[in-house]
Nanobody, 120 residues
């Protein structure tokens, strides 16, 4: 079993930036981020593979968000730039012992979430 702890959420004005972090209790094959806004389904945001560093992004965040690895701490970061009000959501870290495709379908492990609020 893998424990995930998110941090870095908060309140920011439109156009600003935040960096989310997710620390895992152990190494997994793939890690990523999902988000859920009130009234919406949970949606995929970004993911990265520990094996080769390959990344995937949702079209809505492509060019604005960057996912990266910090191997020494088993940690994944999500740098969010040019934030928009529609980015407001609870962001959840996810991990899986399988490749990215499996994580995007149904991740094995989930963090408790961190709130991101973008004001206009």
């Amino acid at each position: 079993q893998v424990q995930l702890v998110e941090s870095g959420g908060g309140l920011v004005q439109a156009g600003g930036s935040l960096r989310l972090s997710c620390a895992a209790s152990g190494r997994t094959y793939a890690m990523g981020w999902f988000r859920q806004a009130p009234g919406n389904e949970r949606e995929f945001v970004a993911a990265v593979s520990w094996s080769d560093g390959g990344t995937q992004y949702a079209g809505s965040v492509e060019g604005r968000f960057t996912i990266s690895l910090e191997p020494a701490k088993n940690t994944v970061h999500l740098q969010m730039n040019s934030l928009k009000p529609e980015d407001t959501a609870v962001y959840y870290c996810a991990a899986d012992s399988r490749p990215l495709t499996a994580l995007r379908r149904r991740a094995e492990y989930w963090g408790q979430g961190t709130q991101v609020l973008v004001s206009s």
